[in-house]
């Protein structure tokens, strides 16, 4: 993804020095979060989980991360209920 500054065109890809991902929430019938799937991850965040884009995207975080902790899926919900960003600190051993 390529993001125009004036004269200089951002990759958003290798550009941005920190890990992000961009997740599309999973919603069971009864409004509760079950799951998230990958829409975009950065070069760190790549480098940080120790896989390549190509593993990531289309992918269900609970199916790359079986034994993840769901605390990221409520992160997800907050994030997206509250329009706000959310600040939080966990110990993740899938990525260290």
């Keep these: ?3 125009k500054l004036g004269t200089y065109a951002v990759d958003t890809y290798k550009d941005i020095p920190v890990p992000y991902a961009i997740f ?11 799951n998230t799937q ?8 790549c480098h940080t989980a120790g896989m390549r884009r190509e593993e990531l995207i289309g992918k269900y975080f609970l199916d790359v991360y079986g034994e993840g902790d769901r605390r990221w899926l ?6 997206v209920t509250t329009g706000k ?5 966990i110990y993740s051993p899938e990525v260290q």
């Design 1 to 3: 993804m390529e993001l």
């Design 74 to 79: 409520d992160y997800c919900q907050a994030a």
């Design 24 to 34: 599309k929430i999973i919603y069971a019938d009864d409004g509760s979060i079950v």
């Design 38 to 45: 990958y829409v975009f991850v950065n070069q760190a965040y």
């Design 85 to 89: 960003t959310i600040h939080e600190t």
